[in-house]
């Protein structure tokens, strides 16, 4: 039975210059930066094309930042672009705001900060990582309805959404410190399925490297 491919990845550099957690919040674009690092996963991606991959199918959250991340890739490799909700950033309290330690010690928020293992301040990661493996499993059949054998599918999606899904398919904790997750702008989080849709491994890997130094490093939900 055919295998397959699906590439989680995550973002460019959004132009944020209040420093806020943006969440779901709309019209939060991409900076000139985040449109370099863009153009650079679209040129690996075609790149990997003309050496042989099979990449015959493109999904991205509705959120603007994802939708201008997809659209260089769409273009190099004449592919539309899908969009699925269940790909979307977490749902998070602090949308919006500054997560600062000053931010935090306000009474308003006390109630939400009593559980960091669900967590409390937004949707539970159980829920992330849930929804984000079925349109993994989607994208999965989708790509060998059309490739075949050995097919690739590309999901442009959000750190914490693909974190949790990663920790969930490692069999690993959910709850982690947000400072630890392996999961950089533009990086691949790649799920290797077996002709079954058994998950055989995970390959983390980082085609825009280069244009990480000095980029924004505020968190996602």
Known sequence: MPQATVHLL???????????????????????????????????????????AKIVYLVSSPLTRAQETAEPTSRALGLDIHTDQRIIEAENHFEGLRVTKAELRKPRHWRKLVNPLRPSWGEPYKEQAARVR??????????????????????????????????????????????????????????????DGTLLRVEYSEPAAALLPGASTTPGA
């Open 134 to 195: 079925a349109a993994v499993q989607d994208a999965r059949d989708k790509a060998i309805e059309l490739g075949g054998d050995g097919a690739e599918a590309i999901m442009v999606s959000h750190q914490l959404p693909i974190w949790a899904t990663r920790l969930s398919a490692e069999g690993r904790p959910l709850w982690h410190d947000p400072r630890k997750r392996e999961c950089t702008l533009t990086s691949l989080t790649s799920l290797i399925f077996d002709g």
């Open 10 to 52: 995550r973002h460019g550099e959004v132009y944020n210059p209040e420093g806020v957690l943006y969440g779901r919040l709309p019209e939060y674009h991409l900076s000139e930066l985040g449109q370099q690092m863009a153009h650079t996963l679209a040129e690996h991606f075609r790149d990997r094309v003309s050496q042989g």
